[in-house]
Structure formats: C-alpha cells, structure tokens
C-alpha cells in the first residue's frame, strides 16, 4: 500500500472516531431512522461536489488528501442537510 492510503485510510478511521451525533425525531422508530440515515447516506455519496476534484497524480499526494478531505466534509454537510429535512434533531 502506498504512504498516501495509509494516511487517507487513519483520516477515515479518526474521522470515524470522532463523536458521531445521535438522530432523533418524534415518533420515529429505530428502523424508521436507520432506513432514512441510509437514504441520507446515499444521497450525500451521490451528491454532485461544488467545485471540480483536481486530477490524482502519484506526484501530487497532498493534492489527493486535500480533495479527499473536501469530499468528505461535503458529504458530511449533505447527510446533516438530509436529515435536518427530514425532521431529526441530533445531539453528541
């Protein structure tokens, strides 16, 4: 594995870490929620990004991390976005 996915892959994995918030909405049930988190999910992955990823280049490597990292943060404001939509509240 390159040095490049081993540092992409600890991002995710303390990304992952942090603490994640807790989706709750009146009346919901727990599949109701998950069902609507994986909606959510998907939709933030499918998402078009606002600004164009820069082409990957092994000789570019913070490049890669830093458009990695944008996408993330995008799809992590589409999820919240989606579910806010949807009526959750969350709370850490």
Known sequence: MKPALYVVAAT?????????????????????RKGDAATCHAKARLAPATR?????????????LDADNERLRFEQEEFRNC??????????
């Open 12 to 32: 995710a994995l303390l990304a992952a870490c942090e603490s994640t918030p807790v989706w709750q909405k009146d009346g919901a049930d727990e599949a109701t």
């Open 83 to 92: 579910m806010d939509e949807k009526g959750y509240n969350s709370r850490r």
């Open 52 to 64: 164009p990823t820069p082409p990957r280049s092994i000789y570019a490597s913070s490049m890669v």
